[in-house]
């Protein structure tokens, strides 16, 4: 997860759509429910997405972790 880059926010009627980059260097607009890599988007907001991540490591106790990846401007304000 840590390879793709949240750009935009984007407002649809009452719904969000994520503008992410990807390592490949493509922009795609996603949505909630869609597949990112290893897992699928739960929720946009705003301030950026949630990815509920498939851990794939027979030593974990988890086989999901979230991972919040918000856009660059309020990652930078919360440092």
Not at 9 to 35: C, E, F, I
Request: zero cysteines; glycine letters at 8%; aromatic letters at 4%.
């Amino acid at each position: 997860m840590s390879d793709i880059t949240v750009k935009g926010v984007l407002q649809s009627g009452s719904t969000y759509l994520a503008m992410v980059l990807g390592p490949n260097g493509k922009t795609y607009v996603v949505r909630q429910g869609d597949s990112l890599r290893d897992g699928t988007i739960r929720s946009i907001t705003p301030q950026g997405l949630v990815v509920i991540q498939n851990i794939n490591d027979p030593l974990s106790t988890q086989s999901q972790r979230e991972v919040r990846k918000l856009l660059r401007s309020f990652s930078e304000e919360a440092k």
